[in-house]
């Protein structure tokens, strides 16, 4: 089976303005995770997905929104963005049932 | 709320075995996992405690103890592959999941 992709892989942005991140989970995964890594707050979740429906959600503001789609595909936007929000974000999928996640290579942003 | 501490630094020679602990405060989770992070790649799935006591895969171990709010990871027969970040992560009751702030391990020559 493929592994869990994301798109882009590197991305650029300047403060303001908005960004979508995109993950393609592995196939027949429902459950779809986002987290931020940075070198200072390490990993944190954002939010997760399943069957089309966030089922939970990390502390995080409101201009951090997701998405996911009937094929299980998910997006992540941050809107209004800031310098803050320069970090790795990487996307993980699981199986029904299990805690095991499998992340992707991850979306590295640079906010200047 | 929810918080995991580990080691942030460990340090040890090829061949040796390295003991990784992971202590909680969490009001409740289902299981204790443990990913593992080379620089610059994604973490990878290593091991997951559903239940108290020791699971064993191949060079890993990991063990959980609920009643200590402990746990930890085993690697043996240390090989340089294994320099990297090692995290410890649970889902809540909540169903949040949370890590811990990585561990990094060197493994000298």
């Known amino acids: 089976k493929a592994g869990v992709t994301q798109t882009p892989r590197y991305l650029i942005k300047t403060r303001g303005q908005q960004v979508t991140l995109s993950c393609s989970p592995i196939?027949?995964?429902?459950?779809v995770s986002w987290y931020q890594q940075t070198p200072g707050q390490g990993l944190q979740f954002l939010f997760e997905?399943?069957?089309?429906?966030?089922?939970n959600k990390g502390n995080f503001p409101g201009r951090f929104s997701g998405r996911q789609f009937s094929n299980s595909r998910s997006e992540m936007n941050v809107s209004t963005l800031e310098l803050g929000d320069s970090a790795l974000y990487l996307c993980?999928?699981?199986?029904?049932?299990?805690?095991?996640?499998?992340f992707g290579p991850g979306t590295r942003l640079l906010v200047l | 709320g929810q918080s995991l501490e580990q080691p942030s630094e460990v340090t040890a020679v090829e061949g040796a075995i390295v003991q990784i602990n992971c202590t909680y405060q969490?009001?409740?989770?289902?299981?204790l996992s443990w990913y593992q992070q080379h620089d610059g790649g994604a973490p990878t799935f290593l091991s997951y405690?559903?239940?108290?006591g020791l699971e064993e895969t191949g060079r890993f171990s990991s063990f959980l103890s609920r009643s200590d709010s402990y746990g930890y990871l085993l690697l043996q027969e240390l090989q340089m592959k294994d320099s990297a970040s090692y995290f410890c992560?649970?889902?809540?009751?909540?169903?949040?999941?949370?890590f811990g702030p990585g561990t990094r391990l060197s493994v000298l020559p």
């Open positions: 993980a999928s699981s199986p029904r049932g299990q805690e095991t996640q499998y």
């Open positions: 196939s027949g995964h429902r459950s």
């Open positions: 997905y399943f069957s089309e429906t966030q089922r």
């Open positions: 969490t009001s409740g989770f289902y299981g």
């Open positions: 405690n559903g239940l108290d």
């Open positions: 992560a649970v889902r809540d009751y909540g169903q949040n999941f949370v």
